[in-house]
Each structure stands twice: as C-alpha cells, then as structure tokens.
C-alpha cells in the first residue's frame, strides 16, 4: 500500500510537472503526508485508479480521407509511405466471426509422438584422443 500511495504518478494535463514542482518535491510531500493522513493517499490513489480508461479503438478512415492523406505524401515526394497507406490493410473488428476466422487459420493438431527412450552418449578421454 505504501509504494502505491507514494510513487503514483500524477494525471497528466497536457504538460509534464511544472518547473517549480519537480517529482521528487512531490513524492517528498507524500512522504511528509503519509505518516499524518495515509488514508486521504489512499483515497487519492483509488481516485487516480478510476480515472484511467482504455481508449477507443481507432475508426477506420473512410476512403476520402486514406486518398488525402496518400495525395499529402505524394506531393512530399514520399512514394513509399503513400504506398504503405494505399496497401495496409485494416485492423479486423472484435467480433466472434473474427475469432472464429483466426481460429481456422490456426486448427489444433495431435500432439507429436514422444521421443523414444536412448542412452547418453558418455565421453571419456580414451574417446576423445
């Protein structure tokens, strides 16, 4: 609980720490703050916890967007990015179709026949010279 409570990082607004407030300054105030209010830390860290969420999956761009974005590459002269763009395929929705898909892709088999049972081949010196 105590590392927790102490080396959480802050929420970041858009700018790192601010230079009047370094992140040793920071922990050293938890620290001071620990050993008078442990559980307002505690409350702190449960509330930072519930503040982080998983992003959305990003949208598939439509294909007006994919032909703008090849056509700015182009006029940059870069050909190979404009053909990445133009050749990637997209990223396959979470779907049950699509497990079942990749699951075909990859079928299950017996399992190998195991290794049959041979001695260890010993070295001795009069073998090796």
């Given at each position: 609980m105590y590392p927790k409570c102490i080396l959480w990082t802050p929420v970041r607004g858009g700018s790192r720490l601010s230079k009047k407030r370094s992140m040793a300054d920071l922990v050293k105030a938890r620290i001071a703050k620990w050993k008078s209010d442990p559980d307002s830390l505690w409350k702190d860290v449960v509330e930072r916890s519930k503040k982080l969420t998983v992003a959305a999956a990003p949208t598939r761009p439509d294909n007006s967007r994919v032909e703008a974005t090849v056509i700015a590459a182009l006029r940059l002269g870069d050909v190979r990015k404009a053909l990445q763009l133009l050749n990637s395929a997209p990223i396959?929705?979470?779907?049950?179709a699509t497990l079942n898909a990749l699951?075909?892709?990859?079928?299950?088999?017996?399992?190998?026949?195991?290794?049959?049972?041979?001695?260890?081949?010993r070295f001795t010196q009069d073998v090796c010279l």
């Amino acid at each position: 609980m105590y590392p927790k409570c102490i080396l959480w990082t802050p929420v970041r607004g858009g700018s790192r720490l601010s230079k009047k407030r370094s992140m040793a300054d920071l922990v050293k105030a938890r620290i001071a703050k620990w050993k008078s209010d442990p559980d307002s830390l505690w409350k702190d860290v449960v509330e930072r916890s519930k503040k982080l969420t998983v992003a959305a999956a990003p949208t598939r761009p439509d294909n007006s967007r994919v032909e703008a974005t090849v056509i700015a590459a182009l006029r940059l002269g870069d050909v190979r990015k404009a053909l990445q763009l133009l050749n990637s395929a997209p990223i396959a929705p979470k779907t049950e179709a699509t497990l079942n898909a990749l699951k075909s892709l990859h079928p299950t088999g017996p399992n190998p026949a195991p290794v049959p049972p041979h001695e260890v081949v010993r070295f001795t010196q009069d073998v090796c010279l």
